[in-house]
Nanobody, 125 residues
Framework: QVQLVESGGGLVQAGGSLRLSCAAS????????MGWFRQAPGKEREFVAG????????YYADSVKGRFTISRDSAKSTMYLQMNNVKPEDTAVYYC??????????????????WGQGTQVTVSS
């Protein structure tokens, strides 16, 4: 199991940038893939971006492609979400998550077993 500690959320104006961080600790074999999810008021939790830890392969929701970048620093055991050109519709609670399963084809939240506490991102217009 993986313990996750998030940081970096806050208030930002439309068009600005934020970088979210998620520090992970625990058993490395439970950290095959990690991802960022978000949940806005009245909406389902949705996938934002994911990364396969060893290879660094990245995956993005269509809504954030070209604006957000997911990355990881293996030495620091930390995952990042660089959010550029943010929009008001990006306003949500953002969560980092981890899973150990190797052969999972989807990035649905139900496939992840460890979660951070969530951090609020608010984009003002």
């Amino acid at each position: 199991q993986v313990q996750l500690v998030e940081s970096g959320g806050g208030l930002v104006q439309a068009g600005g940038s934020l970088r979210l961080s998620c520090a992970a600790s625990g058993r490395t074999f439970d950290r095959y893939a990690m991802g960022w999810f978000r949940q806005a008021p009245g909406k389902e939790r949705e996938f934002v971006a994911g990364i396969r830890w060893t290879a660094g392969s990245t995956y993005y929701a269509d809504s954030v492609k070209g604006r957000f970048t997911i990355s990881r620093d293996s030495a620091k055991s930390t995952m990042y979400l660089q959010m550029n050109n943010v929009k008001p519709e990006d306003t949500a609670v953002y969560y980092c998550a981890s899973r150990g399963q190797r052969f999972v084809a989807t990035w649905g939240p139900e496939t992840f077993s460890s979660w951070g506490q969530g951090t609020q991102v608010t984009v003002s217009s």
